[in-house]
């Protein structure tokens, strides 16, 4: 016999609404246990032949009182019942198992309960009934009730086949199984399966997870081409989902990988041209293949810059760049590279030509190969790239290296003073910089030194700088001192009348003090009201100390060194184009502080340059005479101090008169690219010398304005109709100017939506082209409608362009057009 306990709360429930409920019990299981029922304030009547009296009773004698009317038995049917007038006004309470939950659940429609029948299992639990009831709606039907089944058992809320097939397939990517299990032990997963087949058009006799996502994959590879009615819209859509969203993009390229084993995918494209493969980014092993080709193309010469820029702008977008992104990074560079080697023209006329042809057009290729270098030493794999960066470190080293070194040597033997219309020296930056700003002593500097900061990395610490908001960067240039080494050319950035060298070379003397080290530095800058402090203290100031420092000096001098400590190590100087990436993330950081510190006026250079090249240098590159003189004080590998210096065809030879220096040292300079081969030092970074790498020092003046200059790029909705006919519609976006510093790319996502309800896919779109030609900046969001939009036929729809809201998941309306959904919907839906 049932208990009766379990049936109490119901009819409690019951007579919260009625003040009469009527029990039918066929069987009489509850007849012996009536009576211990116990309801307060309710009177218990059972049906003996009687109806007449009670409902005498119920009616007129105490119309006021509660009354359960308990019948067991079987009951006359139609007018042979002669209290169904009241049983009708009141409704009639059952209690076995099925019509319990069926009430408890609140849902009135057909097939309730032969859902709650069959899955008798699933309602065992209390808990597991109240997580339902928390996500059911009085109108829900049998098949939402069964998925709002799944989702309990699945422990989320969402209840659609796309939610409940994400989290099967996260399970899946982790080789788990408990979920999908769970819905096969209370016999839901042949309504699950039953879903794919008829939304998603999957079809097995033994259908498995595995399986199901194998058979996507497979109609990916196809395009989702298929003879079913209605086609595969609503698996292409749901895949895009599943691949895109980031609950499931993890996941999904797991699976990814693992379908592309079990197809051998890789096999299939492999006589394909990358070309072909640009808008597929479906497995791992495209975007291999377009990177292997496309590097193959660049050393070949049979692709151009152009389209090598276009190739991998397109892969920005393909779910696996994160892997590659530095391989395209460094095939980009090698691609620019090559391009301006190829243009490259080292003619010159004079030593001043030779200065501003560097810094407005050579330097790039030392910027390019110092990307390429440090692209491909960081990148995930260098396998795709050795052919090219062999290639690269050739061409660079002979055509550029060695014969920009040897053209710009004939420069330099004609000069009799190291001395340039062209560009002011060295020596006279504090002059020429600092003093204009602080000579009415209103406005305040900051100058940060940065060892060995060469000009192109300091063009690019520019363009970083200018990107950020309210930020201004002006590069200008200086020739530096010689010997161009630390020593010498911080002490030519101090305020002075005369530099020079010591007895034996080091210390340097400026005005009769040593300049070595930062306390005699901020002796020096004392006369000027100023102060020298190191990068890595400044760092370690809160904003309050840093803004009282400022406010006490004048002018401060900030010492910052990460490339030349690198490059100037035997043991780690090919890390120099690492450190060079560490040094502008650093510098950009230095300099935020300052300005949050209230400095406006910042100033950035370095105390030389420096040669570097990745390869061995070849024997050819070094001097095979050593230098002899009276009094050898210094032999570096690019330069020599001494007295009475002997005159060799091999050195550029200079009295410290002709360089600009308070001394009785001459010092010797290898010609050209060349190095004085010494034991212990490294050879591939060096500095010293008179290459155009080491003398033309950067000069970056930073402003902060007080209001904003940075947005993002503008983009317009061109609608070519404002009807939508078919299935699909594709909708053309035109970015309306270039990206630069301060007009920056953006991303949307674009979808079509009635109401909040979205009814087609919601591809993700970034405007980030920096063309000035503007064919080049139309992109089309191609959009597909969802089953969701049978509903919505003559009803007006939004295409909407939605950008995330800076540090939230959420998204608002950046751009939308109107359509009028019009279309037969039968030739492309049949569910």
Request: charged share 25%; aromatic share 8%; with cysteine.
């Amino acid at each position: 016999m049932s208990e009766i306990s379990a049936v109490r709360p119901h009819l409690e429930r019951r007579f919260e609404m009625h003040r009469v409920v009527f029990w039918h019990d066929p069987d009489g299981d509850y007849a012996a246990d009536l009576d211990t029922l116990g309801l307060e304030g309710v009177a218990t009547v059972r049906v003996a032949n009687d109806e007449y009296a009670i409902k005498n009773r119920l009616l007129h004698v105490e119309p006021e009182a509660k009354f359960l009317v308990y019948r067991s038995g079987t009951v006359p049917t139609g007018i042979g019942n002669w209290l169904l007038d009241l049983e009708l006004a009141y409704g009639v309470f059952t209690a076995d198992r099925t019509s319990l939950v069926k009430q408890e659940l609140g849902l009135t429609a057909d097939g309730i309960g032969d859902v709650v029948q069959a899955h008798e299992k699933f309602f065992r639990a209390t808990r597991r009934v109240q997580s339902l009831k928390a996500l059911l709606d009085a109108d829900d039907d049998a098949n939402k009730l069964r998925a709002k089944m799944c989702a309990v058992l699945l422990g989320q809320r969402e209840h659609s086949l796309l939610e409940i097939t994400r989290t099967l397939f996260i399970e899946n990517a982790t080789d788990a199984d408990a979920k999908y299990s769970a819905l096969a032990d209370y016999g839901l997963d042949e309504f699950y399966w039953q879903g794919t087949c008829s939304i998603y058009g999957y079809m097995s006799p033994s259908p498995s997870i595995d399986d199901i996502v194998l058979w996507m994959f497979r109609q990916a590879i196809a395009g989702f081409k298929s003879e079913r009615p209605g086609g595969l819209r609503n698996i292409q859509l749901d895949f895009a989902s599943l691949r895109n969203d980031r609950h499931s993009q993890q996941a999904l390229a797991t699976l990814a990988k693992r379908a592309a084993r079990d197809l051998d995918y890789a096999s299939t494209i492999e006589d394909a041209s990358f070309r072909d493969l640009l808008g597929n980014d479906l497995f791992e092993e495209v975007d291999r293949k377009i990177i292997s080709d496309l590097a193959r193309a660049v050393a070949d010469r049979t692709v151009t810059a152009r389209e090598v820029t276009e190739v991998i702008r397109s892969r920005q977008s393909s779910i696996w760049i994160d892997g590659y992104r530095r391989l395209y990074a460094a095939i980009g560079s090698a691609s620019d590279l090559l391009t301006a080697l190829n243009a490259l023209n080292l003619s010159m006329q004079s030593f001043d030509e030779g200065l501003d042809c560097y810094r407005h057009d050579w330097f790039r290729i030392d910027q390019h190969y110092r990307q390429f270098s440090y692209a491909a030493r960081t990148a995930e794999s260098t396998g795709p790239l050795e052919a090219l960066r062999a290639q690269i470190e050739k061409f660079y080293a002979n055509k550029y290296l060695y014969d920009l070194g040897n053209a710009w040597q004939q420069q330099v033997d004609g000069v009799d003073r190291w001395r340039s219309a062209a560009l002011r020296p060295q020596t006279s930056f504090f002059t020429d910089h600092v003093a204009p700003i602080i000579h009415d002593g209103r406005r305040k500097a900051v100058v940060i030194i940065s060892d060995a900061l060469r000009y192109e990395v300091a063009d690019e610490l520019g363009s970083r700088i200018r990107q950020e908001d309210r930020f201004d960067a002006t590069l200008d240039a200086v020739l530096g001192v010689l010997p161009s080494y630390t020593q010498l050319g911080m002490a030519a950035l101090l305020p002075h009348t005369t530099i020079g060298h010591s007895k034996d070379g080091d210390p340097v003397i400026v005005d009769g003090q040593r300049s070595d080290g930062t306390v005699n530095r901020s002796k020096i800058l004392d006369g000027a009201g100023g102060r020298a402090i190191q990068a890595e203290d400044v760092l370690s100031l809160t904003r309050d100390e840093l803004r009282e420092l400022y406010q006490q000096n004048q002018v401060l001098y900030v010492y910052h060194d990460r490339i030349d400590a690198t490059g100037d190590k035997p043991g780690t100087e090919r890390q120099v184009f690492k450190a060079a990436e560490e040094a502008l993330r650093e510098l950009v950081d230095l300099v935020k502080r300052l300005t949050n510190a209230n400095a406006t006026n910042i100033l950035i250079t370095a105390d030389h340059g420096f040669l570097f090249q990745d390869t061995a240098l070849a024997d050819a590159f070094y001097l095979s005479t050593r230098p002899e003189g009276d009094e050898i004080k210094v032999t570096n590998r690019r330069y020599v101090l001494g007295r009475g210096l002997k005159e060799d065809t091999a050195f550029k030879s200079f009295t410290s008169a002709q360089l600009g220096l308070n001394s009785d040292l001459d010092v010797q300079i290898p010609k050209s690219i060349h190095r004085l081969r010494l034991p212990g030092a490294g050879s591939r970074y060096v500095h010293g010398g008179a290459a155009l790498q080491e003398v033309v020092v950067p000069v970056l003046a930073i402003n902060k304005k007080r209001k904003s200059d940075t947005r993002l790029v503008n983009i317009e909705v061109l609608p070519e109709s404002d009807k939508i006919t078919t299935g699909q519609l594709v909708i053309k976006l035109f970015q309306s100017e270039p990206v630069s510093e301060k007009v920056q790319a953006r991303r949307v996502r674009a979808g079509l939506h009635v109401g909040e309800t979205l009814i087609s896919n919601q591809p993700e779109l970034v405007f980030d082209q920096e063309s000035t030609d503007k064919r080049d900046r139309y992109q089309s969001a191609r959009m597909l409608l969802s089953l969701d939009a049978n509903d919505y036929n003559n009803r007006t729809v939004e295409f909407r362009l939605e950008e995330r809201i800076p540090n939230t998941n959420q998204w608002r309306v950046y751009a939308k057009a109107i359509y009028t959904l019009k279309r037969s919907f039968a030739s492309d839906f049949d569910f």
